[in-house]
C-alpha cells in the first residue's frame, strides 16, 4: 500500500510543479574572442612501386649453352673422323660417336672462354608499403563572449577572432 501512496504522491508533484514553471528564449549577440581548429588524424597503408638496384657479378659470355654454326662444324669434323676410324657394321656408330665428340669439344671451349665476369647493376621494381598520416578538420572550438561571460561552443563552421554571431539564450523559471 505504501508503494500505491508513493506514486500517487509522485503524480501529484509532477503535475502541480508543471504549471509554475515558465521558459523563455531570447535572441543575444556574441563575439567571437578565439576559434580553436579541431583536427582528427588517420593513418592508411600506401603501396609504392620502388625500384631497388645492387652490384652483381654476371658472365660475360653466356652464349656457351647455345648450339650454333660453329657446334655444327664441330659435329661434322668429329663425324668424319669417326667415319674414318670406325669400319664394317660400326663405321655409322662411330661416325655418330665422333659428331657428338666434336660438338661437345666446341661447347667445353665456349663455356672455358665464359669464364670471364663483369660488375653490372642489375635492378627489379617491387611494392613497398609507406604509413601515410592525413589530417582532416572535424570541426572548430569556438569562445564566444556574450553577458559579460565567455562561453565554449563547438561548430562545424569557421569564424574569425571578431565576428558577431546570434545565440538563443534560454531562462526557465519554476517555483520550488
Not at 14 to 23: I, M, N, Q, V, W
Not at 116 to 127: A, D, G, I, P, W
Not at 171 to 176: A, D
Request: proline share 2%.
Amino acid at each position: 500500500m505504501s508503494k500505491k501512496f508513493f506514486l500517487l504522491f509522485g503524480l501529484i508533484v509532477l503535475f502541480s510543479s508543471s504549471g509554475y514553471s515558465k521558459t523563455n528564449f531570447y535572441q543575444v549577440t556574441g563575439s567571437i574572442s578565439s576559434v580553436e581548429v579541431l583536427k582528427k588524424y588517420t593513418n592508411q597503408r600506401v603501396p609504392r612501386e620502388e625500384k631497388k638496384c645492387s652490384i652483381q657479378r654476371v658472365p660475360v659470355n653466356q652464349n656457351a649453352q647455345k648450339f650454333g654454326a660453329d657446334n655444327f662444324i664441330g659435329a661434322l669434323i668429329g663425324g668424319a673422323i669417326g667415319n674414318q676410324i670406325g669400319s664394317g657394321g660400326g663405321k655409322s656408330g662411330s661416325t655418330a660417336l665422333g659428331a657428338l665428340i666434336g660438338s661437345e669439344v666446341v661447347r667445353s671451349e665456349k663455356a672455358g672462354a665464359n669464364e670471364s665476369y663483369v660488375e653490372k647493376e642489375v635492378c627489379r621494381t617491387q611494392r613497398v608499403f609507406y604509413t601515410e598520416t592525413t589530417e582532416q578538420v572535424s570541426g572548430y572550438k569556438l569562445n564566444v563572449e556574450v553577458d559579460g561571460e565567455i562561453i565554449s561552443f563547438t561548430s562545424n563552421k569557421s569564424y574569425n577572432p571578431g565576428d558577431l554571431i546570434t545565440l538563443t539564450k534560454k531562462i526557465s523559471y519554476s517555483l520550488n
